[in-house]
């Protein structure tokens, strides 16, 4: 929220991956409230609860890779970039539901925190 108006969404779930992780969605309204800081300040915001309330260790968030601009704030926020694959993270019985990603296993780019540090 800014100014009283919706800037945009940031979500979590956890149901389908290991133990003590889990994966951030984020989406902005629209152009205009990109840029801004609210992302990199839910994103914050959002880990802090994870972590003091529900035991998170492990953040993970997964753009498709040819959106660089995400990836670039992402990275600005304190995630950083894995070889590992979305299998790496899920727990077996998601496995084959889940594995690909949501852009296909070469097209998703996989961005982990962790919050321990």
Request: net charge neutral; glycine share 6%.
């Amino acid at each position: 929220m800014s100014n009283q108006e919706a800037v945009g969404f940031i979500s979590y779930s956890a149901f389908h991956l290991k133990s003590s992780l889990a994966e951030l969605d984020i989406w902005m309204k629209d152009e205009a409230s990109c840029g801004k800081g609210f992302g990199n300040d839910a994103l914050y915001a959002l880990s802090n609860y994870l972590k003091k309330e529900l035991n998170i260790r492990l953040l993970l968030i997964a753009p498709a890779k040819k959106n660089t601009r995400a990836v670039k704030s992402y990275e600005r926020a304190g995630f950083k970039r894995t070889d590992k694959k979305m299998n790496a993270f899920l727990a077996e019985e998601f496995q084959l539901m889940y594995g690909n990603g949501d852009y296909g296993v070469d097209e998703t780019m996989i961005l982990i925190n962790h919050l321990d540090k």
